[in-house]
């Protein structure tokens, strides 16, 4: 009998690719150069964005500066090492895997100018990492020492060529968005009381000549505080001008040594508008790269106070409420994914007892003077909306009234209809008066759904011995027949559109030609059918426009300016 050991070994280009994979989105190249400006104490940080041309081709070329405290050997060989992070154990630090700068490595040449106070530079070279490492060969880095960087102290990286010089998503605005969302320095930590460096950032994206300056900080709107006059200068739209901002901060209940700030601010859609011109919105053309406001708000969980992935669900008890919330849950706690993309690393528990945390904070808001103040604003407006409408709606009803065609009837004033609903009250009417007028008789009416009326063929035979059928009413009867002819008995109208030999068809497809008879003999009325030659019945169209015209002599006629009704 023998043994032996196994020592695992690392596909070292396999899980420089992966790694360098697993950043999906190239915005994370930004992330990154950020977090580590930021950790290195930079109080500037310059990124620009340029298309060179080199040999005829277009090459995308970044420039990442910082005046941080700059990089020594063992800073240089961790920057490009896999997992070998010097940060590790720093809790003031944002870096702790040595993942983030693979991100670089999906490049053509990456180049780093680095120098410490009182130290040597160094300049280092990668050529070809991309290229070389689905070669199965793990790129060397060329690095001289020079006497002093041209940059001073600090750390500058220029990548040439990355994500094979694509470069849709790093347009200036999208970039700034970016930044103000998803790195440090757009990071919800200036709402809480902790310490910042009060860093400066310098941009220019693709579709910029000058430099922008960045201010630190997430952007968060002002409370509203006079709900009155919000709603004397807004009025329908003051809802969607209201802000209150809720700052919570404890720790969580199952684990009293885990801490977390969260802030929530509820903001209508004007508050978003007026400050994020990423948003997409009625009768405004946004920047390339825009969104809704479904797509980016509600409530991120955050790590290092970054927003890291959504949690909509822990806040939403109806429909997209979530959509009021400018919200961020932040838990140093939180273990992330390489790319930092997601928190689904933190164990089940801990995000557990974050869940409780988060909806006994919405449960506390939706309860509170702030939301009912809203919902004030909301109700407020609704009612307004509705008295205008009111208002419009009656005095269109009102000139419409004026300008009817009526007709007087054996004492009653008839309305020519302008719906379905008015053909068939109309229909009523002259049913009760003349009884044996239609050759069925009602006995269901349902709008609801299908063909509003069902209908029996004899006023005698009891329902349950009756054959019954469906009779539909129209305005106006068109080519745009949404129902089934099957069980079809008639078809009751004020007008047709349909003219003789016209063809109908069903939503199965049933065709059926019109036919118009006019008055003869037998019958003292114009008729209308849709006949199928293979079907037995012909489906009786009533035009009421003129069969009542032609049976009772009944006319409609314009209303006159001294008409009682």
Not at 461 to 485: C, D, M, Q, W
Not at 525 to 550: C, G, M, S, W
Request: charge should be negative.
């Amino acid at each position: 009998m023998s043994s032996f050991i196994i020592t695992p070994t690392v596909d070292e280009t396999q899980e420089f690719i992966e790694i360098a994979n697993d950043f999906s989105n190239p915005l994370d190249l930004v992330r990154e150069a950020i977090s580590n400006a930021y950790d290195a104490k930079a109080s500037e940080i310059r990124i620009s964005f340029d298309v060179i041309q080199k040999y005829g081709e277009s090459i995308l070329k970044i420039s990442l500066q910082d005046n941080g405290t700059g990089m020594n050997r063992d800073g240089l060989q961790s920057f490009f090492d896999l997992g070998n992070s010097l940060r590790r154990n720093d809790p003031q630090s944002i870096g702790e895997k040595g993942h983030g700068t693979k991100v670089y490595f999906n490049s053509k040449k990456i180049e780093v100018l680095t120098q410490q106070e009182g130290a040597e530079a160094f300049h280092a070279t990668m050529s070809d990492p991309f290229r070389k490492l689905h070669d199965r060969e793990v790129p060397n880095v060329d690095v001289q020492t020079i006497d002093t960087s041209s940059n001073g102290v600090g750390t500058e990286i220029i990548i040439h060529g990355y994500n094979n010089n694509r470069r849709h998503k790093f347009t200036h605005e999208i970039l700034k968005d970016y930044i103000m969302w998803f790195t440090k320095h757009g990071a919800i930590d200036n709402q809480f009381d902790v310490e910042s460096c009060g860093t400066v950032l310098y941009l220019k994206g693709l579709g910029k000549t000058k430099e922008e300056k960045i201010e630190r900080g997430h952007y968060f709107s002002d409370d509203s505080h006079n709900i009155n006059k919000l709603f004397e200068t807004h009025i329908t739209k003051a809802p969607d001008y209201y802000c209150k901002k809720v700052i919570k901060t404890g720790h969580l209940k199952n684990f009293p040594e885990i801490y977390y700030n969260a802030i929530f601010c509820i903001e209508g859609k004007y508050i978003k508008y007026d400050y994020n011109p990423m948003l997409r919105r009625p009768g405004y053309s946004p920047p390339s790269g825009a969104y809704t406001i479904q797509e980016r708000y509600g409530l991120w969980l955050c790590k290092d106070f970054i927003p890291i992935q959504r949690k909509n669900d822990w806040i939403t008890y109806k429909g997209s409420e979530y959509t009021k919330f400018h919200a961020f849950f932040n838990c140093q706690s939180l273990k992330l994914t390489a790319n930092r993309g997601s928190v689904e690393n933190t164990p089940s528990e801990i995000l557990h007892d974050i869940m409780e945390e988060v909806k006994k904070i919405y449960d506390d808001i939706i309860n509170s003077d702030d939301w009912t103040a809203m919902e004030w604003l909301e109700d407020e407006a609704t009612a307004y909306q509705t008295t205008e409408r009111e208002k419009k709606n009656f005095d269109w009803r009102i000139k419409k009234v004026n300008k009817s065609n009526i007709a007087e009837y054996k004492g009653e004033t008839l309305v020519e209809p302008e719906r379905e609903s008015g053909v068939y009250s109309l229909f009523l009417m002259i049913s009760h008066i003349h009884k044996d007028l239609f050759p069925f008789q009602i006995i269901d009416y349902d709008t609801h759904d299908g063909i509003d009326v069902i209908a029996k063929g004899d006023k005698t035979t009891p329902i349950a011995s009756s054959k019954v059928y469906y009779i539909e009413f129209k305005r106006t009867l068109s080519s745009g027949f949404n129902h089934s002819f099957e069980n079809l008995h008639s078809v009751i109208c004020w007008e047709t559109e349909i003219k003789h030999g016209d063809i109908l068809v069903d939503v199965n497809g049933e065709e059926r030609k019109m036919a118009i008879l006019p008055p003869d003999e037998s019958t003292n009325y114009t008729k209308y059918f849709l006949d199928n030659p293979r079907k037995a019945h012909k489906i009786e169209v009533y035009v009421l426009k003129q069969y009542l015209k032609e049976k009772l002599g009944i006319d409609f006629k314009p209303r006159t300016q001294n008409a009682i009704v």
